[in-house]
């Protein structure tokens, strides 16, 4: 599912990345943790292609990163979720609105959409706040909301950036059952976290360890 070879990112002078070496199987539970600043973030948006590599090889999902056109990059989106740090969410429209956002640009039918966007919104306790606009949110439900997007297209490949950052203890393991279940439905995860309780859940997790934006430790 990931080929990673060498990888760097800068911004400026700073290394972000550097020499990330790796490769993830179909299939695989990966947490990626290590120190605030250490790259997570960063290695998470390279593999969305939000970000463009400063040096190496980026083959995620089949797409070889370096050489995608930006006009086929929706081709990787459909593939890949992401829920990012800061949730990404337009303020202005509904829960329901946000979460079928990535299913409108991909051609589904109106009942399909219907269907797909209740099922997740159900599942993520978000049900009774369909038509809310995400502006009367709170930051929990906002990071739910973010969630949902990123699983309504059934991603061969889900990216989540501190996914339970804003959450409680209970909706926190709520959450990584929901992931697990993805997982066991052939969903490949990569999972950026601090929280090491997290990470003690999942049997046969892989786990990678970012130190100053290099690979310090992994166990795959
Ligand atoms: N937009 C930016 N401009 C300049 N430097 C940046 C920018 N974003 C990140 N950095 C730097 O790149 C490095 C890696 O940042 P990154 O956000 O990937 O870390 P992280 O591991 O996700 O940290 P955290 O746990 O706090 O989320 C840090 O040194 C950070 O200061
Ligand atoms: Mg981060």
Redesign the pocket.
């Given at each position: 599912m990931l080929k990673l070879n060498k990888l760097s990112y800068t911004?400026?002078r700073?290394w972000?990345l550097k020499n990330i070496s790796f490769d993830l199987e179909k299939g695989s539970f990966l947490f990626v943790t290590?120190p605030?600043?250490?790259?997570?973030?960063?290695l998470l948006k390279l593999l969305h292609a939000d970000l463009f590599p400063k040096g190496g090889e980026i083959i995620v999902a089949g797409y070889d990163l370096r050489k995608l056109p930006r006009y086929k990059h929706y081709l990787l989106k459909r593939k890949v979720g992401i829920v990012l740090?800061d949730f990404k969410i337009l303020k202005n429209i509904t829960v329901f609105d946000n979460v079928a956002l990535p299913l409108v640009v991909s051609n589904k039918t109106k009942l399909q959409i219907q269907k797909r966007v209740r099922a997740i919104l159900r599942s993520l306790g978000l049900y009774s706040k369909m038509f809310v606009p995400c502006a009367e949110l709170s930051g929990g439900e906002q990071q739910r909301v973010a969630i949902a997007r990123a699983m309504v297209i059934n991603p061969k490949l889900l990216l989540a950036d501190?996914p339970t950052g804003n959450l409680d203890k209970k909706l926190s393991l709520h959450l990584l059952k929901l992931f697990k279940q993805f997982n066991a439905h052939g969903t490949t995860i990569v999972l950026?976290t601090?929280n090491e309780e997290l990470i003690k859940r999942v049997n046969n997790a892989k786990i990678l360890y970012?130190e100053n934006?290099q690979i310090k430790d992994k166990n795959f």
């Open positions: 911004f400026g700073i972000a290590g605030s600043g250490a790259g997570k973030t960063t740090q501190e950026a601090h970012l934006g």
